[in-house]
């Protein structure tokens, strides 16, 4: 059955009628870097599914995926909308949403444009005048942002409270604290030695281990994930 479902899932994300112009998804036969690394396997499953791709070439025109590369907040949202396929609900807007009604440092042509919209509609981030795409994310940020998915996606919550596992929380809000408590109770994301860490940065090659513990928690839920797919497909 969780085959089944990640098969559907990865035809989904192929026919999704929201187009991205992001960097291409770079088949992981072709990427030179990643050989080795304690992360290759969750590289190598977060490209296949279309998740996550190579950052640029090489002269022979292989990808580079660069796993150690810090994890940007343009790369979040796509990851965002790849994950969730999150859309647009066009009845609630008289014209199709800009960039520029949300941020003011992200152009239309930015690669990361639709994306970014996407995350904007849906209220993944926190809403701010500037986006700061370039800026690494940090690990607050993504689980907030995956939560805040889980949420729009109808995932079932489990029962957490608002007071801190983490010894490094205690300065949060308690809607992020809620947010870094169900991630760690889904085992999408854990803390070291009690501490979150919640303003350090994270690898891409963290992100890929993130991206597939979020998507075996949707497949746990498929049948509501799926149909929150289908839905944004226009069935």
Same mark, same amino acid.
């Given at each position: 059955?969780?085959?089944?479902?990640?098969?559907?899932?990865?035809?989904?994300?192929?026919?999704?009628?929201?187009?991205?112009?992001?960097?291409?998804?770079?088949?992981?036969?072709?990427?030179?870097?990643?050989?080795?690394?304690?992360?290759?396997?969750?590289?190598?499953?977060?490209?296949?599914?279309?998740?996550?791709?190579? /950052?640029? &070439?090489?002269?022979?025109?292989?990808?580079? *995926? %660069? =796993?150690?590369?810090?994890? #940007? @907040?343009? +790369?979040? $949202?796509?990851?965002?909308?790849?994950?969730?396929?999150?859309?647009?609900?066009?009845?609630?807007?008289?014209?199709?949403?800009?960039?520029?009604?949300?941020?003011?440092?992200?152009?239309?042509?930015?690669?990361?444009?639709?994306?970014?919209?996407?995350?904007? /509609?849906? &209220?993944?981030?926190?809403?701010?005048?500037? *986006? %700061? =795409?370039?800026?690494?994310? #940090? @690990?607050? +940020?993504? $689980?907030?942002?995956?939560?805040?998915?889980?949420?729009?996606?109808?995932?079932?919550?489990?029962?957490?409270?608002?007071?801190?596992?983490?010894?490094?929380?205690?300065?949060?809000?308690?809607?992020?604290?809620?947010?870094?408590?169900?991630?760690?109770?889904?085992?999408?994301?854990?803390?070291?030695?009690?501490?979150?860490?919640?303003?350090?940065?994270?690898?891409?090659?963290?992100?890929?281990?993130?991206?597939?513990?979020?998507?075996?928690?949707?497949?746990?839920?498929?049948?509501?994930?799926?149909?929150?797919?289908?839905?944004?497909?226009?069935?």
């Amino acid at each position: 059955m969780k085959r089944l479902m990640a098969g559907i899932l990865v035809m989904s994300l192929m026919f999704m009628h929201i187009t991205l112009e992001a960097s291409a998804v770079v088949p992981t036969g072709s990427i030179t870097d990643i050989g080795g690394h304690w992360a290759q396997a969750d590289i190598e499953k977060a490209c296949t599914q279309g998740l996550m791709g190579g /950052v640029s &070439e090489d002269a022979q025109g292989a990808g580079i *995926f %660069r =796993p150690d590369k810090d994890l #940007s @907040r343009a +790369e979040l $949202a796509l990851i965002m909308v790849r994950i969730f396929a999150l859309d647009i609900d066009k009845t609630k807007y008289v014209r199709h949403p800009t960039a520029s009604d949300y941020y003011l440092d992200v152009n239309e042509s930015d690669w990361y444009a639709r994306a970014v919209i996407l995350c904007a /509609v849906n &209220e993944v981030f926190p809403f701010e005048q500037q *986006f %700061r =795409p370039g800026e690494s994310a #940090s @690990r607050l +940020e993504v $689980a907030q942002a995956i939560y805040k998915c889980c949420v729009l996606r109808k995932v079932p919550l489990p029962a957490v409270t608002n007071s801190a596992s983490f010894e490094d929380a205690g300065v949060l809000s308690p809607d992020q604290i809620q947010a870094l408590e169900f991630l760690s109770v889904k085992g999408i994301m854990n803390g070291y030695e009690n501490h979150f860490r919640p303003q350090d940065s994270l690898s891409r090659a963290e992100m890929a281990v993130i991206i597939n513990r979020s998507v075996s928690v949707l497949e746990e839920d498929g049948k509501i994930w799926l149909s929150g797919i289908l839905m944004s497909m226009g069935a």
